[in-house]
């Protein structure tokens, strides 16, 4: 059974940093591309960044307003990504979700390209 858990969330300070951490099990982690959403209240869930399976060369993707400040990783030994988050503001206040992706290739951002979810983590930045 495929499981998708995060963790990592809490507040932060503006100009903070975060890091946020997914684990996915049940699966033959590598193959598959990883990404990260985020839902603030009353707004429709947003791409955040893409990581692509190892057939579409771990390469990453991102949102346009987390680019420069936003890093996505993966630890293909341990099933885990990561979203490494600088420069927090409040407008980056948020449930982040990590979600499975069984085409491992190229820039996919709908939340209908994923096919399992987390429950996601709580990102608070204050002012």
Do not use: H
Not at 100 to 112: C, K
């Amino acid at each position: 059974q495929v499981q998708v858990v995060e963790s990592g969330g809490g507040l932060v300070q503006a100009g903070g940093s975060l890091r946020l951490s997914c684990v996915v099990s049940g699966v033959t982690f590598s193959r598959y591309a990883l990404g990260w959403f985020r839902q603030a209240p009353g707004k429709e869930r947003e791409f955040v960044a893409r990581i692509s399976g190892r057939a579409g060369g771990d390469n990453a993707y991102y949102g346009d307003s987390v680019a420069e400040r936003f890093a996505i990783s993966r630890d293909n030994d341990n099933n885990t990504v990561y979203l490494q988050m600088t420069s927090l503001g409040p407008d980056d206040t948020a449930v982040y979700y990590c979600a499975l992706d069984t085409y491992p290739i190229g820039a996919r951002t709908r939340t209908s390209d994923y096919d399992r979810w987390g429950q996601g983590t709580q990102v608070t930045v204050s002012s």
